[in-house]
């Protein structure tokens, strides 16, 4: 996963002339000394281990039978292999296939889990686009929440208090959504270059701004839903929501697609734009950047309206396509999960739509394991953590799997995790 | 003190940084370690203060081997450090940064500084290290805080003291008192090994002189060895040490400065009513001791700062409200005095590091879109045209080594038509094989007819570039010599005494600062 601007440093290694290896050769490195490929990979299995522990001590046949391990330890350990096996196996038939819908003539859809992955998918990639921007320019976006409320109640608005032709409706509402989330976005990236407020803290702050605003909203006549004395508001009239990609019967819909074109369009903005070439200049050195001529405080208002218009993306594919009514919970978690996605993406869009698709996957599976098994929601978030913990601190896995110290460095998860400024 | 150190070898992964050193500093000596960056002279220092573990060989000291687990370890062996970078607490006095680590206290467990003041006071009799015992040592000079240093080293009985590089960040007259303690430190029985890529000091004080190239002893020398002697030895080839150019053709004023000041956002006066005037073709050199307002004047010359009062104009046109971008963009180059710093960004390969001011223009870029062929195609010309090392314009800047860094901003400085170049320090930190490479570029970039601005610290440099000198002291120009004023007049200036004092006080300087005009090499 190293393109061009990612890290240099690694790239240029397997490039010098007098160390041309062969793809087996490589392949080798890649696991001696512990690529990101492989690191990933090596997370992902700690933490499906850590997770095994996990079902294992709440699974309550596997509880009993350790009271009496000691007479007959093979209980303990057939009940808690049956516990493990029918955790990862919902997981994985709620996420990807379930050989059943073979047999079930069309009650359950054959692509319905991954239907059910790709539609978490969409919104967690544009998340993770929208923080991993940002940080290739040196800003730590922690207002995704924030940025995709806004952005939903600007396209929900759109959708709902107005009547036009079906594209351009859609198109209107996207706009509006893109134009909210990248204001809100705007503003923190604005404080930072005009006062130096620090944008962590201003973000966290808009967060909290944009949820009092969205509760009061969900109260007022024009946005509640009409006869309704919930917090929910109107609904998105139809020609204002993204088409169903599968199908009426399955819920997957245009959002992803957006994403996929959204982490194609950052890839360009980072490696091919002179744009992106100073936003990553001013994130890697400022002060080199200012040198150079650039002016870093325009980038950074330029990086938190593209951040935060990502981020207005997100809670565009929420109420145009999965959702229509607008709730206290619209964001559904998605803002701080983007960060995540991000941290596992490595800030760089190929990584964040491979993050997206397995976190997307995780939330699809938890839902199924969660109703098949009975086991705690909580373990596939746990699962997820530990995945990023144990990426956040490279050393462990290293040391764990005896991997040697790689030459050469490049923006990691290391360095997201720790900060620009650590 | 008797110190050898026998056959020590350290690697890290498959780079050998030691390769089995013999090093011997007998009592009463003073050593001179001599080599280039990164020939393992701070390695091997590390080794015998416990921080690294060889993987072979032994120390001995005093013929008893001994293995140092850190470098508490070294310490409590009479080993003492004072290292390149002060490990002084800025809001602490003299007395409290030398008690720490070893406080001793009153019954009631209060800190006896009393008693801490009456032994710093001895010591810095005994040696003649002058210092205040309770000032701040925020307030003191960079040669007083270093004289803390020593003193810190020798309250705890060090009778070996190492020196690392300690003569980079001081004045010239710092230096000359320097020399002056490490001597009484030698006549008291203190051993000392000096760690300096400089030739001319290590001989002046030097009783033995141990050469270091690539982590291994090239040889050993006497002080008596000629400096093109020691400096082919360090470098491993005949190297040129002073530059040859011919006389400036100075041409029409390229830089007006007048009654230029900066001050801070505190009201710290920080350059105090300069003016100046550079034309083509000429260098006009700033000398100065580090933070004499140098850095900001170089600032405001390309619009990272605004002076406060005073205009500079660069062929006639005013920039006081230009943007850097648009200041570059008249044809100024800026070699930054920090290249890691503002210089390169160190994530960036080669190739990005190479058009960092000029991507957004053709052919580089163009629409909005990068045209990286293009960049790639400048990268290769350029890293074979300034010889950077590894020839790779993917490798990534932070790489690199200092003076291949160096290389990599000069190259991207001069790659367009310049009309004034401003270079700060454009030698620092660089072996003297870069050094050579670099001062010719300069030369080059004048001879073309560009107007070279060069800050430097290095009085040694400022004598072999310019074409007029100018030194700065305390935010002013202390005085404008021509070149061939002795060194002694200009590092007068440089402390503070004015064109007057400094022409009529040279024969009262000591005879190591005297001695130099004769070499007026780079070194």
Same mark, same amino acid.
């Given at each position: 996963?190293?393109?061009?601007?990612?890290?240099?440093?690694?790239?240029?290694?397997?490039?010098?002339?007098?160390?041309?290896?062969?793809?087996?050769?490589?392949?080798?490195?890649?696991?001696?000394?512990?690529?990101?490929?492989?690191?990933?990979?090596?997370?992902?299995?700690?933490?499906?281990?850590?997770?095994?522990?996990?079902?294992?001590?709440?699974?309550?046949?596997?509880?009993?039978?350790?009271?009496?391990?000691?007479?007959?330890?093979?209980? !303990?350990?057939?009940?808690?292999?049956?516990?493990?096996?029918?955790?990862?196996?919902?997981?994985?038939?709620?996420?990807?296939? &379930?050989?059943? $819908?073979?047999? /079930?003539?069309?009650?359950?859809?054959?692509?319905?889990?991954?239907? &059910?992955?790709?539609? &978490?998918?969409?919104?967690?990639?544009?998340?993770?686009?929208?923080?991993g921007v940002a940080f290739r320019a040196g800003l730590f976006n922690?207002?995704?929440?924030?940025?995709?409320?806004?952005?939903?109640?600007?396209?929900?608005?759109?959708?709902?208090?107005?009547?036009?032709?079906?594209?351009?409706?859609?198109?209107?509402?996207?706009?509006?959504?893109?134009?909210?989330?990248?204001?809100?976005?705007?503003?923190?990236?604005?404080?930072?270059?005009?006062?130096?407020?620090?944008?962590?803290?201003?973000?966290?702050?808009?967060?909290?701004?944009?949820?009092?605003?969205?509760?009061?909203?969900?109260?007022? /006549?024009?946005?509640?839903?009409?006869?309704?004395?919930?917090?929910?508001?109107? $609904?998105?009239?139809?020609?204002?929501?993204?088409?169903?990609?599968?199908?009426?019967?399955?819920?997957?819909?245009?959002?992803?697609?957006?994403?996929?074109?959204?982490?194609? %369009?950052?890839?360009?903005?980072?490696?091919? $734009?002179?744009? %992106?070439?100073?936003?990553?200049?001013?994130?890697? &050195?400022?002060?080199?950047?200012? !040198?150079?001529?650039?002016?870093?405080?325009? $980038?950074?208002?330029?990086v938190m309206l593209i951040s935060g218009g990502l981020a207005g993306l997100v809670g565009c594919s929420q109420i145009l396509g999965t959702n229509h009514a607008l709730t206290g919970d619209i964001d559904a978690g998605f803002g701080f999960d983007a960060i995540t996605v991000a941290l596992l993406g490595q800030a760089s869009p190929r990584g964040t739509i491979f993050a997206g698709l397995l976190f997307g996957a995780f939330r699809a599976g938890g839902v199924v394991m969660v109703a098949n098994t009975g086991i705690p929601a909580d373990v596939v978030l746990v699962i997820e953590a530990v995945i990023v913990l144990f990426l956040a601190a490279p050393a462990l896995i290293r040391a764990i799997f005896r991997l040697r110290e790689s030459r050469g460095g490049g923006v990691g998860v290391g360095q997201l995790a720790k900060g620009w400024n650590a | 003190m008797k110190l050898e150190l026998r056959a020590i070898t350290k690697r890290f992964g498959s780079f050998t940084a030691n390769d089995a050193v013999d090093l011997v500093v007998e009592p009463g000596e003073i050593h001179g370690l001599l080599g280039e960056n990164g020939a393992g002279k701070t390695t091997l220092m590390n080794v015998l203060y416990g921080l690294y573990q060889p993987d072979e060989g032994e120390i001995?000291?005093?013929?008893?081997?001994?293995?140092?687990? @850190?470098?508490?370890?070294?310490?409590?062996?009479?080993? @003492?450090?004072?290292?390149?970078?002060?490990?002084?607490?800025?809001?602490?006095?003299?007395?409290? +940064?030398?008690?720490?680590?070893?406080?001793?206290?009153?019954? @009631?467990?209060?800190? +006896?500084?009393?008693?801490?003041?009456?032994?710093?006071?001895?010591?810095?009799?005994?040696?003649?290290?002058?210092?205040?015992?309770?000032?701040?040592?925020?307030?003191?000079?960079?040669?007083?805080?270093?004289?803390?240093?020593?003193?810190?080293?020798?309250?705890?009985?060090?009778?070996?003291?190492?020196?690392?590089?300690?003569?980079?960040?001081?004045?010239?007259?710092?230096?000359?008192?320097?020399?002056?303690?490490?001597?009484?430190?030698?006549?008291?029985?203190?051993?000392?090994?000096?760690?300096?890529?400089?030739?001319?000091?290590?001989?002046?004080?030097?009783?033995?002189?141990?050469?270091?190239?690539?982590?291994?002893?090239?040889?050993?020398?006497?002080?008596?060895?000629?400096?093109?002697?020691?400096?082919?030895?360090?470098? @491993?080839?005949?190297?040129?040490?002073?530059?040859?150019?011919?006389?400036?053709?100075?041409?029409?004023?390229?830089?007006?400065?007048?009654?230029?000041?900066?001050?801070?956002? +505190?009201g710290v006066v920080l350059v105090d009513n300069v003016s100046f005037a550079v034309r083509g073709g000429e260098i006009y050199a700033l000398a100065g001791v580090q933070g004499n307002g140098q850095t900001e004047l170089t600032e405001a010359l390309v619009g990272l700062t605004t002076p406060t009062r005073g205009t500079i104009a660069i062929t006639g046109r005013n920039i006081g409200k230009l943007s850097t971008d648009e200041i570059l963009d008249i044809g100024v180059g800026y070699v930054p005095e920090d290249r890691l710093h503002d210089g390169l960004v160190g994530q960036f390969s080669v190739a990005e590091n190479l058009v960092l001011d000029h991507f957004d223009r053709p052919p580089y870029g163009s629409r909005g879109s990068l045209n990286l062929r293009a960049i790639a195609d400048n990268a290769a010309v350029r890293v074979q045209e300034f010889d950077v090392r590894p020839a790779n314009g993917l490798a990534g800047a932070s790489t690199l080594s200092g003076g291949n860094q160096q290389k990599v901003v000069l190259a991207r400085e001069m790659s367009r038509p310049l009309k004034l170049l401003i270079v700060a320090q454009p030698t620092r930190g660089l072996d003297v094989g870069s050094m050579e490479f670099v001062h010719r570029r300069i030369v080059a970039e004048r001879d073309r007819g560009t107007a070279i601005v060069l800050i430097s610290t290095e009085l040694d440099e400022v004598l072999g570039l310019a074409d007029r000198i100018a030194v700065m002291y305390r935010g002013r120009i202390q005085g404008e010599v021509p070149v061939g004023t002795p060194a002694a007049q200009i590092g007068m200036l440089m402390a503070g005494s004015t064109s007057a004092e400094a022409a009529a006080g040279t024969t009262s300087l000591s005879k190591g600062a005297v001695a130099a005009p004769g070499a007026a090499g780079v070194l």
């Open positions: 996963m190293t393109y061009q601007g990612t890290a240099p440093a690694s790239a240029a290694e397997e490039m010098l002339p007098e160390a041309k290896p062969g793809p087996a050769r490589r392949l080798v490195d890649a696991i001696r000394y512990g690529n990101s490929v492989v690191l990933t990979l090596l997370a992902m299995l700690c933490a499906l281990l850590v997770g095994a522990i996990m079902i294992v001590i709440a699974d309550p046949p596997t509880r009993s039978a350790m009271g009496y391990f000691f007479s007959s330890p093979w209980d !303990t350990f057939t009940r808690g292999w049956h516990a493990i096996s029918a955790g990862y196996v919902a997981l994985f038939e709620g996420s990807v296939f &379930n050989p059943d $819908s073979l047999y /079930s003539n069309g009650h359950t859809p054959i692509f319905g889990p991954i239907s &059910n992955t790709l539609l &978490n998918a969409a919104p967690l990639i544009l998340g993770g686009l929208a923080v922690i207002g995704v929440q924030g940025q995709l409320i806004m952005g939903a109640i600007c396209a929900g608005y759109v959708g709902f208090a107005f009547r036009l032709p079906p594209l351009l409706h859609l198109l209107a509402a996207l706009l509006a959504g893109v134009i909210g989330g990248a204001v809100w976005g705007g503003i923190a990236g604005w404080l930072k270059a005009r006062t130096g407020a620090h944008e962590v803290i201003s973000t966290i702050m808009m967060n909290y701004l944009a949820l009092g605003l969205l509760n009061y909203l969900l109260g007022i /006549s024009g946005f509640q839903a009409p006869g309704s004395n919930q917090a929910i508001s109107r $609904s998105v009239h139809g020609t204002a929501r993204l088409p169903h990609l599968l199908g009426p019967n399955l819920s997957l819909h245009l959002g992803i697609v957006i994403a996929l074109l959204a982490a194609l %369009g950052c890839w360009w903005l980072l490696t091919r $734009s002179t744009l %992106g070439f100073s936003l990553r200049a001013v994130g890697a &050195n400022p002060s080199a950047a200012r !040198t150079a001529g650039m002016k870093i405080e325009r $980038s950074y208002v330029v | 001995l000291i005093d013929d008893v081997p001994v293995t140092f687990k @850190g470098p508490g370890h070294a310490m409590s062996a009479g080993i @003492g450090m004072v290292h390149q970078h002060f490990m002084l607490i800025p809001v602490f006095t003299v007395t409290e +940064n030398v008690m720490l680590g070893h406080e001793q206290t009153t019954p @009631g467990g209060f800190l +006896n500084r009393r008693r801490a003041g009456r032994e710093v006071a001895a010591i810095s009799k005994r040696y003649g290290l002058e210092v205040p015992p309770d000032a701040l040592v925020a307030d003191l000079p960079v040669g007083v805080q270093q004289r803390v240093e020593i003193l810190k080293a020798l309250s705890r009985d060090a009778r070996l003291l190492v020196l690392d590089e300690p003569t980079a960040v001081l004045t010239p007259q710092e230096t000359d008192e320097l020399i002056t303690v490490m001597r009484a430190l030698r006549d008291g029985g203190t051993s000392i090994v000096f760690i300096s890529h400089k030739l001319r000091e290590v001989r002046e004080v030097a009783d033995k002189i141990t050469v270091l190239r690539r982590g291994a002893v090239v040889g050993t020398a006497e002080p008596g060895a000629s400096q093109s002697e020691l400096a082919s030895m360090m470098v @491993g080839r005949p190297v040129q040490l002073t530059v040859d150019k011919e006389p400036a053709q100075p041409a029409d004023v390229v830089l007006q400065v007048d009654g230029v000041s900066v001050v801070d956002p +505190n």
